[in-house]
């Protein structure tokens, strides 16, 4: 029998106090949603949907690279019950199982669903619920059980004293045998405290029609962590963070302190790379093997290669730098950005849209942006590219080999050849040819004995200062 997915997602996730959908907030750089979609796809289900409603555009918005995912609209939240209902014009006609997830419980494990949907066809049930035994089962529903079955679940806001010391609760995920689920959903009668139609009210109408409903409990209850406030958020990222950290560190990372390392999902790392305290690793970022990262290192979407170093206080997005290249402390490689192979960018060294040639070297203070340098080139100190007239970008082109003395201004758009020298200080304003030497500086004078002659009390004129 074919399996069908549908997550729950239109809640308005008040306890989050966020302009944001709650289930679009993000854990080790992935929605909550996409968290859970990732898992779901594991279960090469017949039919993936999920249903939207409070701010459905943005949730559509962030998901549409999911090519064949349906869409149900839940224009009022009206509860988890009535939410699962607006998906009958996609499910109605559907056989099979459905397993339904909730949008903000993102650890379920893929081994977790599987011996669910197991459970649930072994036992020919109408409903199988997840659960799970919390020390702290404050805010969840509670799993009432009678001779030891499933007889109802009773939501934190309306149970009694008693149940509220059951410590069994529903995990928000569910397997459903379609054939009877949309018919019986329509009688779940709107109740709480919020005169919601809750989902668990299902159990209530099956257990009264003597149809089977069994539970499947998780091994680990962090797995079905909800989260409804920005805590709950806090402590599922600490959760993912160390599984990411512990996954990096059996492919071979060592990672010196992992409580301050944060890697998100999609992050890979070569093995006997080294991260020091404090590196963020972010997006699609992979790094080679044998690489050095030093603390306070955060890199965002950028490839590294074998062998780098990067050493303390780096900021890079969106740049490659290859083998062996050493780049910090203090440098800012921003958005198109590529570092040869064994280059050198130094302290205090921004680059944009540049890229910088295989062994050549920027080392101290320097700005390099919309700019093409060759190979094996020396940029010196305190260059810089000015490559913004006020209204247009312009590209500065230096050739291979070339030494750039300090504090040179290269003024865009202008070209330096092969093995050319510009003179330290200069503002390169005219291209330099390939094998010259580019000066463009004002003359020294020195004026002999011009101190003395100031102190005498005669007149020094004040242009000569
Ligand atoms: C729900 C369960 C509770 C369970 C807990 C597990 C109900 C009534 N209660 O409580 O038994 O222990 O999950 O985490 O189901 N949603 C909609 N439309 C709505 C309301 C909610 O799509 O009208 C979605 C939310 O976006 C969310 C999910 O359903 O993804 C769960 O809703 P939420 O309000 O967080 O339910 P809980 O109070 O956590
Ligand atoms: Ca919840």
Known sequence: MPNHVLILAAGQGTRMRSSRPKVLHRIAGLPLIEHVLRTASTLSPASTAVVVGHLANQVREELAHHASLGFAHQTEQRGTGHALLQAEPLLGRQRGSLVVLSGDVPLIRPATLQRLIKTHERTNAAVTVLTATLV????????VRKDGRLSRIVEERD?????????????????????PLFGALREIPATGAVNEIYLPGLVTIYRRRGLPVETVEVDNPDEVRGINSQTELAEVRRIVRQSKNEE??????????????????????GPDTVIHPGVILEGRTIIGSRCELHAGVRIVDSTVGDDVLVNNHCVIHRATIAHGARVGPFAHLRPDTQVGEAARVGNFVELKKTSLGDGSKANHLSYLGDATIGTGVNVGAGTITCNYDGDEKHRTTIGDRVFVGSGTELVAPVTVGDDAYVAAGSCITDDVPADALGVARGRQVNKEGWVTQRKQGHDTGPSDL
């Open 136 to 143: 702290r089962p404050y805010g969840y529903g509670r799993i």
């Open 159 to 179: 149970a009694s004293e008693g149940q509220r010391q059951l410590k069994e609760i529903n995990g928000g995920i569910y397997a459903f045998d379609l054939a």
């Open 248 to 269: 990096l560190m059996a492919a071979g990372v060592t990672i010196e302190d992992p409580a301050t390392t944060y890697v998100d999902t999609d992050v890979t790392v």
